[in-house]
């Protein structure tokens, strides 16, 4: 696992479910591809993800505005779209700041 500072990876997850769980390598890979497919087209879909104790993934539809080329200044229509957030737990939060 990545503890030291770096990147924790789908390859990392499957090992820790490895680990902790006894399934094998590949069905351990699965079940983490199947978790990260099944978020990902609720996402798709529109739907909001809620893990309890972790956190929440959540979509934003922000309207059109009006941006700025910060180089020329020149005013530029930025078009609706929708955006991604992840709002972390407070028993998320909790633990990052303990550091545990």
Known sequence: MALDGGTLTRADLSEEVH??????????AAVVEQILEHM??????GENV????FGSFILRQKGER??????????????????????ASQMLRDRIVAGN
């Open 66 to 87: 009006i941006g700025r080329n910060p180089k020329t200044g020149v005013e530029v229509p930025i078009a609706p779209r929708r955006v991604l957030t992840f709002r």
């Open 50 to 53: 809620k893990i309890s104790g």
């Open 19 to 28: 680990r902790e769980i006894g399934l094998s390598r590949a069905d351990s």
């Open 40 to 45: 990902s087209s609720a996402l798709a879909r």
